[in-house]
Every structure is written in C-alpha cells, then in structure tokens.
C-alpha cells in the first residue's frame, strides 16, 4: 500500500522501497486513491531515457484546477485557500476562501475565453505577487492554456524573448508593482517587450499602484471590467495526463534561455505529495513560502502542491527588509504560519541584522522551516536552527530544480533529521547516483560525483518548448539512460546526500540560476568590447557574486563610465538581478589551443586561489594570466 501521508521512519523506508521495487503498482495505487480523475490511465509510466520520452499516467483524464480548488468546496468552501499579504504592512491583508477563489478563477477563465483563449494556446504573466498572479495560473489550467510565468523582475528584452520563443497569444500584467519604498513601470516595461511580439494580440492589465499608463487601443484591456462581467461558472476542460500544463523558463548554457515543459498529472501528483510530507502538512497549518510565482519554488508550493492538499498558502508581495527586517517575522507572528520555506540568501542576509528585529516577535506558530535554491552554509544553517526554529523545528533542505517540478532530496521531519549544509535522503521514488569521471556510476557509498537520476519521477520535465533535440543534449547525453543534474554532490555512508553546487555554466546568485552566456552576450553588445568571461566568486549574503573579466578593443580612459554602462546592458537584457559584483578589463583571456575560454582559472584567480593554477603552459596565451592575477578585484 502506498501511503499518502508519511509520519515516521519506517513508513519512509517502506514506501520507498516500494516506490523503486515496484514504481508502477506504487505510484497507480497514490494517484488513484488521492486525485479526482476523469478518466483512469491506461499505463502508469512509459520511459525511455536514451529517446528521450516519458509519460506519466499515459490515457487518463482530468483537471488540475478540480484537484485543486474544486475538491475542496464540500468540506472546505469557508476554509482560507489563499492569504495575501501585501506589500505595505500598514495595509490590510486578504483572504481568499476556496469558494472565494473558485469564482475568481473561473471568472478569470471566462476572461480569457472572451478573448479567444483556448486548450493548447500560450498564455504569458508577468504580475507582481498579488492574487491575480495565482488566480491567472489557475485560470489557464481550468481551460487548458498552458501559462508561462515570467519572473516581473526581468527586463523588456528578456520578457520579449520568452514571449516569442513560446508565441504567446495573450499577456496578463499590471500597471505597476510595488517593491519595498519602490514602485516599478511593469506596464512601460511590458509595452517595450510587446514591440518586438507580434503573436500577442491581447493585454489584460490588473490595477496595482494606480499610475497613470498607456493603454493601447484595441491591444490592452483593463482586468476588473471584464472580471465584473464574466459569469462565475466556468466548466474546467478535460485534459490528457501529458498535455502540457505550464512552460517556465530556466537559464542554460546558450543565450536563449530553456523553455520546460511540465504536464498536467505526473506535476501534480508529485507536488501534491512532496507538499505533504517534506512540509509535514497538517490540516489547519498556515504554510508560508516566501519565493516569488515567477519561479519553479512558487508554481510548485506557494500554488499547486498546497492547494491540492486544501492547504492554507500565503503569498508576500513584499521584501524582507521593508519597512524594516523585522517584516518575515511579523507575518509569522501575525498569521500564526506552521510552515516557513525562504533561500539562503534570504537567512544570510537576515542574520546580519540585529536579532531584535526577530524577537520581537512571537514566532512559536512555525513546527517546520525550509530552505531551497542553493547549498546553505553552516553558519546560516545554525542560525536558522537557533533563532528562527528555536533550536526545536526541524530544517528541511529542500534539493531541486526547475526541471524537476517538485523536491527529490530533503530531510524529512519525524522520519529524518537534517544536518548543516545536508539535503540528506531522497524522496519516496527519487533514484539518485553518483557519477565518476568515466561516466560510471559510483557504487560506493561514501562517494563524490556528479548527481544523476536514474528513473523517472512523475514530475520530470518533459521536453524544452519547441527544441527536444537540447533537453536530450542538455539531460540525457552527458550519461547514457541517466538524467543529468548539472550538480556535484557527496554521499556520505549513510546514504545522506550533499550538494556541492554547479558544475556547470550556471551560476546562482543569491537563489537566481544565471546562464553565463546571456551575461557575456550582453556585454559584448558594447561597442568597445571585445570579449568576456563571467565567473562566479564566494560572497557572503549572496552565496556567488558575478565577476565579468572584460577585454576592451581601445584603451578606455573612463572605466568608471563604461562599468555602469555595461551593468546598465545588462540590466536592459536581462535584469538588475544579472549585474556583476567585479569587472576587471584585462588584455586577453586565458584560452586553450583550441580557442576556448579556461574559466577554470578565472574562476579560481575571481576566489583569490592563484597559488595553485595547474598546467597553463599548455594555453594558447599563457601570458596574460600573469596580468589577470596582478590586476585582479
Ligand atoms: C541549486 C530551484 C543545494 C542546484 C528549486 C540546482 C540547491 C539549482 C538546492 C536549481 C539545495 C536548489 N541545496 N543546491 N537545497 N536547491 N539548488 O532551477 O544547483 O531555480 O541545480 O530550482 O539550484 O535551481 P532552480
């Protein structure tokens, strides 16, 4: 018997070997006895890693947004779905009932009827965290839109790129959106994108910060209007297991960034299911994830995986340090949240702050906290443990990725503990290995490797949008039959795993992954550039900072200019969250013979390593690393 509900050790390890003894007879039996389905599958999984293909759950029917909102309208109609807390903690908060969002959301799904929107077709969000941001992601998937969310943190250039790289037909955004004291022109920035996006042909504007915008004639449409008039039923529509639920862009080893594909039945199982046991998920919990919906961390559990449970979620719309950094704490105490997940960038930056900002509240609500989106060191470990758990709630290290829909290695509360800088064991179903250098797997269980997975898990990305031939390059070609994580990890002899960071291109900074090259690419858009290379260095709040090394092609006499000129390209083609921490200008970079850049000494001369290079008598120009180490921030 599969269990839904995992409360002790034993029943870890006993549905975990069922789960990989026996995955299909498992995972059948915890789909059909805890989702509402339309239709039963015909096979539980179909897979074929070297293809690759993979398919959950392959024949049935349903509709997310039934499990999710629909479900629990017998029992729970008057239960809080949603909590939002707004920006400025002088304003009241707003809860949102599951009766409350059955209606918003299919008054929503009406809207985008009215404008044309069918099964199939791309819808893009760029909102703030307010209601409409959950209430749009759900609209789409009561009728079968796939909705791609970008992160409203990202520039024009960036938002017209994953626009067009999935023809989006309509876009949801806002007038505005309130950061800390800021206010931001997401409007101005959505009408730059648009000039460059031909297939958006409608604009629903929501009203936040009530400025003063541009609306086109016959594009953009106010949000409330046609809300007010839409009907409040809205028949969800019926969806294979495999159609495509939602795109969401992550970084990559190319300027384009990668569009993945998650599904509808094996997403939602998945999330639902690690919802519920790494948070330990009790019925009136209020669970508080402090991530924004624009990335994996809040698709997965600030929307789908607590609402499937019929939990109670609550979404922030502000920053940690506004009005002061007492702001987590107060909510904490004002909403009485059992369950906090945030980054590490987030603890390091908060540990930093005089403790009074934490006691003066009444945090004794929390029972688990969590952590998610790069490794966390040991001293901002312990200061979550001790301050913020009290030295009493169990620390959920939470591994994975945006490519993984949901949580595939974390402690588990009441089942196993956690332990500094560990995200220990994987989840019920989860296969890790480790990989040598030969592209063997490592046996042993005291190891270090290269972290792949060796069966699929019900929430594994499926493809990229429109380009199989790269999530097969990018996943499944490193090792054969393996997916590859691009992480490094250790295990130790008790199986419990470490993550060691990225072995790849991608850098994360304070929690945001960055692909090197759209870095490099937008400095290289400046006319007195010749090339660059970005690496990442240790920093203390942010987990790396960006280190850009720059070669100019003229002597440049205002280097001060010219950093805030390519901080400012960057900013434009991407976002402020990409701009470099250091920029040295060198005269060349070190290359190999075959002309490529060797970031493995920038990256080692960035961390102020250079006693110990390796061989560089074998680059293509040794000597410029002389000048690179002598010059170097
Ligand atoms: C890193 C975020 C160590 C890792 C859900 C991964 C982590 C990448 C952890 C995915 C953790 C995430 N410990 N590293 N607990 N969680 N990472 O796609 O390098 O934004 O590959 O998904 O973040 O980042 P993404």
């Known amino acids: 018997m599969a269990n839904y509900s995992i409360t002790n050790n034993e029943l870890y390890h006993e549905n975990y070997k069922q789960a990989s003894n026996n995955p299909k007879q498992f995972w059948g039996e915890l789909a059909k006895e805890n989702f509402l389905w339309k239709k039963p599958w015909d096979s539980v999984l179909d897979f074929d890693f070297s293809i690759p293909k993979i398919s959950w759950f392959d024949g049935a029917q349903l509709n997310i947004t039934e499990n999710c909102i629909d479900r629990h309208l017998k029992t729970n109609a008057n239960k809080t779905a949603i909590i939002f807390e707004p920006n400025d903690s002088n304003s009241s908060s707003e809860q949102i009932s599951y009766k409350d969002l059955h209606e918003r959301v299919n008054k929503f799904a009406n809207v985008l009827k009215s404008r044309g929107i069918k099964k ?20 789409c998937a009561r009728i079968g839109a796939i909705h791609s969310v970008v992160f409203a943190g990202f520039s024009s250039i960036a938002l017209a790129t994953r626009i067009n790289d999935c023809d989006c037909r309509l876009l949801i955004t806002s007038d505005g959106s309130y950061r ?157 949240v059992s369950q906090f997940y945030t980054a590490p960038t987030a603890i390091r930056a908060l540990a930093k702050q005089d403790l009074s900002f934490v006691t003066s509240y009444d945090i004794s609500s929390l029972k688990v906290i969590g952590t998610v989106g790069e490794p966390i060191n040991e001293e901002a470990w312990q200061w979550y443990h001790k301050h913020i758990g009290q030295n009493r709630c169990p620390i959920v290290d939470t591994w994975w990725q945006t490519e993984t829909g949901g949580i595939l290695i974390s402690p588990m509360p009441n089942c196993y503990e956690g332990k500094p800088t560990y995200a220990t064991l994987p989840f019920v179903g989860v296969q890790p290995v480790l990989m040598d250098e030969n592209g063997h797997e490592i046996l042993e269980s005291k190891a270090e490797g290269r972290l792949c997975i060796k069966y699929p898990w019900p929430s594994i990305a499926r493809t990229i949008w429109g380009n199989h031939k790269r999530y097969e390059d990018t996943y499944f070609s490193a090792y054969k039959n393996y997916y590859f994580t691009g992480d490094g990890a250790l295990r130790e002899e008790n199986g419990h795993y470490r993550i060691t960071g990225r072995v790849d291109d991608v850098i994360i900074v304070s929690g945001h992954n960055l692909g090197t090259a759209p870095i490099e690419d937008a400095i290289n858009e400046h006319d007195q550039v010749a090339e660059s290379a970005i690496v990442g260095f240790a920093h203390p709040i942010k987990g790396n900072a960006l280190y850009g090394y720059i070669t100019l092609k003229n002597e440049y006499s205002n280097q001060t200019e010219l950093q805030s000129e390519i901080n400012q390209l960057i900013t434009t083609h991407i976002g402020p969250i990409a701009k470099l921490d250091k920029m040295q200008f060198t005269n060349g970079l070190p290359k190999t013979r075959s002309g490529k850049i060797m970031r493995r000494i920038l990256r080692k001369i960035a961390n102020k390593d250079s006693s110990n290079l390796g061989d560089i008598s074998t680059l293509l120009n040794p000597e410029v690393v002389e000048d690179i180490i002598k010059n170097s921030l």
């Open 120 to 139: 199939g077709d791309r819808v893009c969000i760029y909102l703030p965290m307010i209601p409409e941001l959950a209430v749009s992601v759900l609209a």
């Open 180 to 336: 800390g004291k800021k206010t931001i022109d997401l409007k101005g920035i959505v009408d730059e994108a648009l000039e460059s996006c031909p297939s958006v042909k409608n604009v629903l504007v929501a009203k936040r910060i009530h400025s003063d915008i541009n609306m086109k004639e016959g594009r953009d449409q106010w949000l409330q209007p046609l809300l007010d008039d839409a009907s409040i039923q809205c028949t969800p529509v019926v969806m294979d297991a495999e159609d495509p639920l939602f795109i969401l862009y992550t970084s990559g080893s190319t300027g384009q960034p990668k569009g993945m594909v998650h599904t509808t039945a094996g997403y939602m199982v998945y999330t639902a299911y690690t919802f519920k046991n790494v948070f330990q998920y009790k019925t009136d919990d209020i669970y508080w994830c402090t991530a924004d919906i624009g990335w994996i961390t809040g698709h997965s559990y600030i929307v789908y995986g607590p609402l499937l449970n019929g939990a109670t979620t609550v979404m922030f719309e502000g920053v940690p340090s506004y009005p002061d950094y007492g702001r987590f704490w107060e909510i904490v105490e004002k909403h009485k």
